[in-house]
């Protein structure tokens, strides 16, 4: 049984930036962070194994970095250059084992968090 608590959203302009946080228990190997829009399906963001592989949508690549501290168990996510685009409810997931090339589909995690909503204005 994996737990996961996200935190760190918020509101900020185009082109700040915000850094999020999630708590987890156990030491799943796969996790990651994914977003859902309105009326828009959730999408995977980025992601990391135990192994230190990581993986990231075109769409956030150099301007997103997911890391994770195994002392704190806390997954980051950081977040730069933010655009309007950027704006939905982020969602950190969690598994024992998913494929290097499957990392970014929710369809392969079991455990999710329950969500922070990321707001960036023009």
């Known amino acids: 049984q994996v737990q996961l608590v996200e935190s760190g959203g918020g509101s900020v302009q185009a082109g700040g930036s915000l850094r999020l946080s999630c708590a987890y228990t156990?030491?799943?190997?796969?996790m990651g962070w994914f977003r859902q829009a309105p009326g828009k399906e959730r999408e995977g963001v980025a992601a990391i194994r135990t192994d230190g592989s990581t993986t990231y949508a075109d769409s956030v690549k150099g301007r997103f970095t997911i890391s994770k501290d195994i002392v704190k168990n806390t997954l980051y996510l950081q977040m730069n250059s933010l655009k309007p685009e950027d704006t939905a409810m982020y969602y950190c997931a969690a598994d024992w084992w998913v494929e290097y090339g499957r990392l970014l589909s929710s369809y392969e995690y079991k455990y999710w968090g329950q969500g922070t909503q990321v707001t960036v204005s023009s």
């Open positions: 156990n030491v799943p190997f796969s």
